[in-house]
């Protein structure tokens, strides 16, 4: 892999906790080698012009707003939380999540929150407040510092909090009342370091090699042998990303067409084409794609 090199180094966050090992896969896969032990905040990365820092999602949101860091990856949920003015660059789909109200089922009138005033516990104070403004509630707001969902029904009524699967919401007898957001892993850039032309290079193709593996995710490779007669018939059944590779065979009794196909369109497409008239289909995971 080429080193991305700038004149000026890049200062770049990786998040520390859930979001850590996903992350640093990603860059594993991208080619991009993070090499850290459990309390290593400073860890190295096989990637020149660039310095690494491990800091929490929230930290590494205000760093970024205010231009301390220059490139990160963060929840969605925490820059929207911070209001922070950033650049979001791609994507992830990594530790997606649902920011929710939740209640104990006890007290609800209908399904619905009571008119009663309320005691609202979250980490998430400017979104909860936001939240209780917009739904016209009569509710004080009480800032958790984790294990948010261990507070009602003694010492809240209601949370905000996020939640992936629902499961600890329901081990403590909550059930979601409402949805504020969903969130997940994004890569964002400070509104600085996208202005600065010795960084924003770097910056870009940083992102251009982590979005082709990505993207890669998203597909597999078919390749199907296939007669003349039936060309046009098995190219037809391959959804593919522009237009699909065809090479004559050896023996010129046909064709080798090779396609990158939506990995979830897959158990569509071998029948299809089958029934089309292809045959010997092989399929394989490719590691990046660069569109």
């Given amino acids: 892999m080429t080193p991305i090199t700038t004149s000026d180094t890049i200062r770049f966050a990786i998040p520390k906790g859930r979001m850590q090992d996903k992350v ?40 970024l707003g205010a231009g301390a860091r220059d490139l990160g990856f963060a929840g969605e949920d925490w820059v929207a939380e911070s209001d922070a003015d950033l650049v979001e660059l791609l994507d992830t789909g990594l530790n997606p999540v649902r920011l929710i109200a939740a209640a104990p089922e006890s007290i609800l009138e209908s399904g619905r929150l009571p008119t009663r005033p309320l005691v609202v516990a979250s980490e998430y104070v400017g979104l909860t407040r936001r939240w209780i403004e917009g739904r016209g509630l009569d509710a004080t707001l009480l800032r958790s510092y984790g294990a948010t969902e261990v507070l009602p029904p003694e010492d809240a009524d209601c949370i905000v909090d996020n939640t992936a699967t629902g499961s600890t919401l329901a081990a403590n007898n909550l059930v979601i009342v409402d949805e504020l957001m969903t969130s997940s892993t994004r890569l964002y850039a400070s509104r600085e370091a996208m202005d600065d032309p010795s960084k924003c290079p770097g910056i870009e193709r940083f992102v251009m090699i982590v979005q082709a593996v990505l993207e890669a995710r998203k597909r597999v490779m078919v390749e199907v042998n296939v007669s003349a007669g039936a060309l046009g018939a098995v190219i037809e059944a391959l959804p593919c990303m522009r237009e699909p590779t065809v090479s004559a065979l050896r023996s010129e009794s046909g064709y080798a067409v090779k396609a990158a196909v939506p990995r979830a369109e897959l ?25």
């Fill in 24 to 63: 640093v896969r990603l860059l594993a896969d991208a080619g991009i080698g993070v090499s850290a032990t459990a309390r290593d905040y400073r860890p190295s990365i096989a990637l020149d012009g660039f310095e690494v820092k491990v800091l929490k999602p929230r930290a590494i949101v205000e760093m």
């Fill in 267 to 291: 158990a569509r497409v071998i029948p299809s084409i089958k029934r089309a008239g292809g045959t010997d289909v092989v399929v394989t995971t490719p590691e990046q794609i660069v569109v």
